[in-house]
């Protein structure tokens, strides 16, 4: 039976293609990390023309030849000369390469020039209008990015809702119809958790974690972490960035970024965690079938669930501070050393609602998703003006947090997200954390004593299990077929809910 090895063609121009995308990625990491801050105009301009070029290769004749003579580029359909000689893993690369084809086909070159070229400079202007709190100075460019994002809705086609189009740019398949009855079910259980932590006597004292740690010391304990988790540095690196994030260009070069401050010792560390998982996904995907759908990830819900998992279900755990915590007092003597473990434990997993989604709790994070969902709902289905936006976060804010900001900047100036154009996106988030709870609940079935492995600092078993059910499959499975295949189970909160339940009502000490 033939193999993916009879599309060598066709890989080498997917491979060929991917190069001049991965130019453009190391352009976009050093424009968040180290560009001068007057080179924004050119840089925009690079972008755009890298994007399009990349853009223009795949919609070729050459890629339609190559694509055409092994399916039906109408439907996908693979020609019938071909099924039984193909096996699953050539047959899962041409069916999602056809998807993105037929994706790409429909956005006129055009159409991505300028978009590459508005996204470029509207980070810039966001990235100022945050500092000085001034959204009107960000609501131009982010008035044409929704224009965008409806158009290129428009142009991919959509049933329902124009969000989906979207969406399903970031999470194939899924769609506001599935995602609204799945918030609200976890959303009554997180207002009842809420509500019950609030009533409880118990009191983190959080300001053991907001006094002055050496910015350095905290970057070095987040290397540290890392390392032990097994992220490898010869074939990554990390920096500082205004908002964390990873970006990867092969299995070999995959980055990872955090932020840190001097009076919040968590914010380095749970970003260092969090896109440390990001940045095992990447580093775990197969350099044998790099440049197609096979060396990319399922779904930006699969790999948030990488992300969440590492920083939630292990770096928040009992298990891990058992290990680390001694460290961390010997990085920080003289913040920490008289510190009871306990103590510390109970603060690192305070839950109190936040007005900074990067920043908030386990249990709370996920209300911060549903304001933002709600929110590009009402825009792209066009029942609310950008320049609304403002009052639309802040009303939303209080009703779901019960909290209001005092300014854009820690509102709806908050988020990276609009400013590069990823309407569809944040719904991922939220996605991710009930993944993570389901891969982690068959992680401890399958993996030999798990949490006493973490307590020992042993994390090696766990990263080569999600290496080995996750990471290596790339896109061959849909997120929905992945889940299944590993847990038996269809996408499901209720792990994630368990999990919540168990922690919160011993750390809050609920009434039995």
């Known amino acids: 039976m033939a193999t993916s090895g009879s599309l060598d063609s066709l890989t080498s121009k997917l491979r060929e293609i991917h190069h001049l995308s991965d130019a453009a990625a190391v352009l976009s990491w050093d424009q968040e990390t180290y560009m001068p801050s007057g080179s924004g105009g050119i840089r925009a301009e690079q972008l755009a023309t890298l994007q399009t070029l990349a853009h223009n290769q795949f919609v070729s004749p050459e890629m339609e030849t190559l694509l055409g003579s092994f399916l039906d580029l109408e439907t996908g ?13 050539a047959q899962a690369l041409l069916r999602e390469t056809w998807r993105d084809f037929s994706r790409a086909k429909k956005l006129p070159s055009s159409f991505v020039n300028d978009l590459e070229r508005e996204c470029s400079l509207a980070q810039q202007v966001w990235a100022e209008a945050r500092k000085t709190n001034d959204f009107q100075r960000f609501l131009p460019n982010l008035e044409r990015l ?9 142009y991919l086609g959509f049933t329902d809702s124009p969000y989906n189009a979207l969406l399903d740019t970031f999470e194939p398949g899924s769609t506001v119809a599935q995602l609204r009855p799945l918030f609200a079910e976890l959303r009554t259980h997180l207002i009842r958790l809420l509500d019950q932590i609030r009533n409880s006597t118990v009191q983190p004292n959080t300001s053991l974690l907001t006094q002055s740690f050496d910015t350095s010391k905290q970057v ?8 032990q988790m097994g992220y490898n540095f010869q074939r990554g690196r990390l920096d500082l960035s205004a908002h964390p994030f990873t970006t990867a260009f092969h299995p070999t070069d995959a980055r990872v970024t955090t932020r840190v401050f001097e009076n919040d010792m968590p914010s380095c560390l749970f970003s260092c965690i ?9 580093q775990g995907l197969s350099p044998k079938h790099y440049g197609t759908p096979l060396g990319e990830a399922i779904s930006l819900g699969i790999h948030e669930s990488q992300s969440r ?8 755990s009992q298990a891990f501070w058992k290990y680390f915590y001694p460290k961390l007092q010997e990085a920080f003597p003289e913040q920490l050393g008289t510190v009871q473990a306990e103590e510390f434990y109970l603060a690192i997993n305070q839950v109190a609602p936040s007005l900074i989604r990067v920043e908030a709790d386990e ?4 209300l911060h ?7 590009e709902l009402e825009v792209i289905e066009g029942r609310v003006y950008v320049d609304d936006l403002p009052e639309l976060w802040n009303a939303k804010m209080e009703e779901y947090l019960g909290m ?5 900047a820690e509102g709806v100036l908050q988020d990276v997200h609009w400013s590069f154009g990823a309407f569809g996106y944040f719904p991922t988030y939220t996605l991710g954390n009930l993944y993570a709870a389901m891969l982690f609940h068959q992680a401890k079935k399958d993996v030999e004593n798990l949490e006493q492995q973490i307590g020992e600092g042993n994390f090696l078993p766990l990263k080569n299990w999600l290496n080995d059910r996750v990471h290596q499959w790339g896109r061959q499975y849909s997120a929905n077929e992945l889940i299944q295949r590993i847990t038996g189970q269809t996408l499901t909160p209720q792990p994630f809910i368990q999990d919540l339940e168990e922690k919160f009502s011993n750390l809050y000490q609920f009434p039995t």
């Open 404 to 408: 209001t900001p005092t300014s854009d």
């Open 220 to 227: 070095d304990f987040g290397r540290l972490v890392l390392k």
């Open 77 to 89: 359909t693979i020609l019938p000369k071909h099924q039984a000689s193909l096996d699953g893993t």
């Open 274 to 282: 969090h896109e440390g998982g990001h940045g095992l996904y990447e």
């Open 369 to 375: 998703i549903m304001v933002r969902f709600e929110i």
């Open 309 to 316: 998992l590492w920083e939630n279900s292990v770096g928040r």
């Open 363 to 366: 249990l709370t994070y996920n």
């Open 146 to 154: 929704v224009s965008f994002k409806k158009r290129e809705a428009d």
